[in-house]
């Protein structure tokens, strides 16, 4: 067994845990973190990537900043967003590739892999 697993969890932690798996349980939220997982965008590119209206993006944007899953930067009188951390492009990434585990098939993750089916993580 994992060290880690086995040491009881700080309640701000897990409550810390707790929000982030709450901000992931919105489809949008998902798809923005996914895009930022590539680089930094602006709330304007953001929109335009996702089809959604600017001030929708910016409300969901306001919300994962607030559980620090996402940090700015200010370019003038525009505002850039990034993935806080690799933990959270990790995490995104890793339910991603877990949900296309549900389907048929191969999983995509595993098809641009090669002969082996694994890839190591970006």
């Given at each position: 067994?994992?060290?880690?697993?086995?040491?009881?969890?700080?309640?701000?932690?897990?409550?810390?845990?707790?929000?982030?798996?709450?901000?992931?349980?919105?489809?949008?939220r998902?798809?923005?973190?996914?895009?930022?997982?590539?680089?930094?965008?602006?709330?304007?590119?953001?929109?335009?990537?996702?089809?959604?209206?600017?001030?929708?993006?910016?409300?969901?944007?306001?919300?994962?900043?607030?559980?620090?899953?996402?940090?700015?930067?200010?370019?003038?009188?525009?505002v850039?967003?990034?993935?806080?951390?690799?933990?959270?492009?990790?995490?995104?990434?890793?339910?991603?590739?877990?949900?296309?585990h549900?389907?048929?098939?191969?999983?995509?993750?595993?098809?641009?892999?090669?002969?082996?089916?694994?890839?190591?993580?970006?």
């Amino acid at each position: 067994m994992n060290a880690d697993a086995q040491q009881a969890l700080p309640d701000e932690q897990v409550e810390l845990a707790v929000e982030i798996f709450r901000m992931l349980a919105d489809g949008s939220r998902v798809r923005m973190l996914w895009a930022l997982s590539d680089g930094e965008l602006s709330v304007t590119e953001l929109a335009d990537r996702l089809q959604k209206p600017g001030p929708s993006v910016s409300q969901h944007l306001a919300k994962l900043r607030m559980a620090r899953m996402v940090r700015t930067r200010r370019e003038g009188n525009q505002v850039f967003y990034r993935v806080e951390n690799e933990h959270i492009a990790s995490l995104v990434r890793d339910a991603i590739h877990n949900a296309e585990h549900a389907g048929d098939g191969i999983p995509e993750h595993h098809r641009a892999a090669g002969p082996s089916g694994l890839r190591s993580a970006p």
